[in-house]
């Protein structure tokens, strides 16, 4: 299939691999609503961040530092439409006075954007015990949002990064038993394990919001050349570097399939997947219930473990 058919295919909605995020929110007005969005300051984060801005949604914005969400939002013309946030997400004290400041500035939350990530760490690092891609792609963004559910609207729509990398999780999907990375650390297979626990948390928050005008929905954005690739081997970024103009999604086209899902009026699904900007097949243990509600437990137990107040 040339480069060209697969940019122009699109899904159901008419929307696919090529589209923008600038194009899935054409004609929207978005004023009104309040969008929370983490990882706000880089890659499609940073484009997601001018889109929906652009569109007149208030933008919760956050990043490791006020200062990085700050200049942020100067960088796509926010100015006024955004308030930033420092959250730290593998520091739970930082997550903790995050959901304490968004509080106390008393935003109903129309959409809560779980954008940030880091991938392919080379040496094992760990946060509080357990390995960093599963501590901040996953715990820290599950106790941001867990923290912040009593502010979500009643159509609200909780949105988290997946990645197509879950298929790379371990045997079994999460290895409970070496969370800690001390039986074997490899960079892709916990990367592919944080990716598919953010996967399980969406499919898990969805079960809990049926019956309500609530939503949340996992995403694959595509694969894009952002500062995501900054832990990769040097040679192998390289690689990306020269892919990317050619065979990768632009950082609008990556933005897409997220913004679609957190403002299009025609997104009504509870619980899937998506990918290029229309519902997707994951694997067979990013459809596993059971262990969704296994992953919930334990990440309860390991938020109240590392709470400040623990
Ligand atoms: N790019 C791809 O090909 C691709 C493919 C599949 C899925 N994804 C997913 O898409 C999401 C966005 O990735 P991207 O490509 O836009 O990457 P990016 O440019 O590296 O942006 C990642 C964002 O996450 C933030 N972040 C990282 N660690 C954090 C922490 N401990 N606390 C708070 N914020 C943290 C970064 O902040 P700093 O700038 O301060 O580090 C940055 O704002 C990720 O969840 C990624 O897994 C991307």
């Known amino acids: 299939m040339s480069l060209v058919s697969i ?45 929906l801005a652009a569109r007149g949604a208030h933008i919760v ?26 959250c730290e997400l593998a520091n739970p004290a930082s997550v903790h006075a995050a959901v304490e400041q968004i509080h106390r500035d008393g935003r109903t939350l129309d959409v809560l954007l779980l954008n940030a990530g880091i991938m392919a760490l080379p040496e094992l690092r760990t946060a ?22 009593d502010l979500l609207s009643d159509d609200a729509r909780v949105v988290v990064l997946s990645s197509t990398a879950h298929t790379r999780a371990p045997e079994g999907g999460i290895d409970f038993d070496n969370l800690d990375g001390s039986r074997g650390y490899d960079p892709w297979t916990f990367y592919g394990q944080s990716k598919l626990a953010n996967l399980l948390y969406a499919r898990e928050l969805a079960e809990r919001f049926q019956g309500t005008g609530r939503t949340a929905n996992a995403v694959h954005p595509g694969v894009i050349r952002t500062n995501l690739t900054r832990h990769l081997k040097p040679m192998l970024a390289r690689i990306f570097g020269l892919l990317g103009p050619i065979a990768l999604k632009s950082v609008p086209q990556g933005a897409a399939t997220q913004c679609y899902v957190a403002a299009h009026p025609g997104m009504t699904e509870n619980g899937a997947y998506w990918a290029d900007c229309n519902p997707a097949e994951s694997t067979p243990e990013g459809q596993d219930m059971e262990l969704a509600h296994k992953l919930r437990e334990r990440t309860e137990e390991i938020i109240r473990q590392v709470s400040p107040s623990a």
């Open 61 to 86: 914005a956050v990043a490791r530092t006020a200062k990085k969400a700050s200049d942020a939002g100067l960088e796509v013309g926010a100015r006024g439409r955004f308030t930033p946030v420092a």
């Open 7 to 51: 940019l122009k295919r699109s899904g159901p909605n008419g929307f696919g691999y090529g589209s923008t995020a600038a194009q899935v929110t054409e004609g929207l007005d978005l004023s009104g609503r309040t969008i929370l969005l983490t990882g706000c300051n880089s890659g499609i984060g940073l484009e997601s961040f001018r889109v």
């Open 128 to 149: 509080h015990g357990y390995e960093l891609q599963f501590f901040t792609n996953h715990v820290g963004h599950a106790m941001l949002s867990e923290g912040l559910l």
